[in-house]
């Protein structure tokens, strides 16, 4: 088994592309508009998605644009080669840094939190391995 995507329900797929894309350094891999239905699809991520790294699949249920955060989602985690220079990447291009880059509380993991558009936390756990497919370096 493998996991391909992580689905999110946005309020404005274009916001949220630009946040996914311009912050983040992803990339629109493929879209999709479903009219019967009435909901618009984006699939971002990093380095040509899959197979070889799963998505994020930024779902917009037309005509809708907020939805209420539920308490049993946590947050989505991305491995950044260095959490201060991602999270002042991410400040630079607008992005909301929530909890700046340092060790995580009883422990020596440099991690970060940001927020995208609809509020949807996200973390960045500092790996020097992670040098490949992220725009955040």
């Given amino acids: ?10 309020g404005d797929l274009q916001r949220s592309i630009d946040f996914y894309t311009q912050v983040l350094g992803m990339t629109v891999l493929r879209r999709s508009e479903n009219p019967e239905y009435k909901y618009s699809l984006a699939f971002v991520g990093y380095e ?9 699949e930024l779902t917009w249920n037309w005509g809708t644009d907020s939805y209420e955060m539920g308490t049993a989602y946590g947050h989505i985690a ?13 400040k630079a291009a ?15 993991t440099v991690i970060a939190f940001v927020t995208d558009p609809d509020g949807y936390k996200i973390e ?3 790996r020097k391995s992670d040098v ?3 725009g955040l370096r």
Avoid: F, W
């Fill in 48 to 56: 040509g998605g899959n197979p070889g790294q799963a998505e994020i």
């Fill in 94 to 108: 607008g992005g909301n840094v929530t909890r700046e880059a340092g060790p995580v509380k009883g422990g020596a």
């Fill in 1 to 10: 088994m493998k996991l391909l995507h992580t689905m999110l329900r946005v």
């Fill in 132 to 134: 490949g497919g992220s």
């Fill in 78 to 90: 991305l491995g950044v080669p260095d959490a201060y220079a991602a999270c002042d990447k991410i």
């Fill in 124 to 126: 960045l756990i500092e």
